[in-house]
């Protein structure tokens, strides 16, 4: 139907003013249909059909009752319904933090949760102009607000698991029930997951190295030639010489699968002074914090899409975006700023 394919876009979040109202008079009284009126004034229908029905009043005229729609009346009816409405409004009151909340969304892919709680902990608006991540999300289900539940990729993108028993798989160094409980609680600084993430699964086809550290979520982000023992080995030995005399005091302890490209990984522990512990096979929920990370990177490297076609520099791009992510783990600090924060204890202790 024509009227399914022409629906006029509508500005969202913005309250007829009095001269929309002027124009709806003028409009309607010609006979124009509120669909008409809509269109014209890039208006939903339904915001014109409703806006009749406020400013219309029965007149008698001629003997006969006639409907007249007035702006004044519609205007008065308005202002009425927004000094009785209550909690609703707040909608309105808070019109720039949640501006805000959208622009921050669309442009940095940050979540509602990140903006809203870094808002806060930065002061950027008043409290009695926030509202709480909680009442954002009412407002996206209620469709108050141009983001959609189709634009959280962790509310419809989520599907359950289901359980898969498989054969027994060689372990390959000091088991994850070695590690001792100040790195299980995360209590101390300096331990770090790791893994392997790959886009086509085809031969010659690079991956990424990553690696998250438990505390501050801080994440490195390497591209390797492919997913190899050798290509890791690589990387780490790159990374050691970048980081000199701090290796052994950033990174403690590194916590892998038992994926065959970490085969040779515990070798670092004649090199320098880290533990190295795997988990038991088929349990990425004990690297859960390194699995969550990168779920994050898939939002800009979906599986199936060739890691070859992204540059160096696009994965630096991804990291830095993963490591200024505010976090609600964090009180709402970036990864980047915790890890800072605990250099500087490290350095000046």
Not at 3 to 15: A, G, Q, V
Not at 312 to 322: F, G, K, P
Request: some cysteine; glycine content about 4%; hydrophobic content about 30%.
């Amino acid at each position: 139907m024509d009227y399914l394919n022409d629906t006029p876009i509508s500005r969202k979040n913005k309250h007829l003013n009095a001269y929309e109202r002027g124009q709806i008079a003028l409009l309607h009284s010609e006979g124009m249909s509120a669909y008409a009126i809509a269109k014209r004034l890039n208006r939903a229908s339904n915001t014109i059909r409703n806006e009749l029905k406020r400013g219309t009043v029965s007149q008698i005229k001629a003997n006969k009752t006639v409907e007249i729609y007035f702006p004044d009346t519609g205007q008065r009816v308005y202002e009425n319904n927004r000094k009785n409405c209550g909690p609703k409004f707040k909608l309105l009151e808070c019109y720039n933090f949640i501006e805000h909340v959208i622009d921050e969304f669309y442009n940095s892919n940050h979540s509602i949760d990140s903006i809203c709680g870094s808002a806060k902990l930065h002061n950027k608006f008043p409290n009695s102009e926030m509202v709480c991540t909680k009442t954002l999300y009412n407002y996206i289900d209620a469709g108050l607000l141009e983001i959609k539940n189709i634009d959280l990729p962790l509310k419809v993108k989520r599907s359950s698991k289901s359980r898969c028993i498989k054969s027994n798989k060689k372990k390959l160094g000091t088991s994850i029930e070695e590690r001792p409980e100040s790195i299980n609680d995360r209590s101390e600084f300096g331990h770090w997951e790791i893994d392997t993430v790959i886009g086509k699964k085809t031969k010659d086809q690079a991956a990424l190295l990553t690696m998250t550290e438990r505390t501050t979520r801080s994440q490195i982000i390497r591209k390797i030639a492919d997913k190899s023992s050798y290509s890791v080995q690589e990387a780490m030995t790159k990374l050691i010489k970048e980081t000199g005399n701090l290796f052994s005091t950033v990174f403690k302890s590194i916590t892998s699968d038992n994926g065959s490209e970490f085969s040779e990984l515990a070798s670092i522990e004649e090199v320098v002074d880290t533990k190295v512990y795997y988990t038991h096979p088929y349990s990425s929920w004990e690297r859960g914090t390194n699995e969550r990370h990168n779920g994050l990177i898939r939002r800009f490297i979906p599986k199936g899409r060739s890691i070859n076609e992204f540059s160096i520099e696009a994965i630096a791009r991804v990291q830095n975006w993963c490591n200024t992510l505010p976090r609600k783990i964090l009180g709402y600090l970036t990864p980047n700023e915790a890890f800072e924060d605990q250099l500087k204890q490290i350095l000046y202790n």
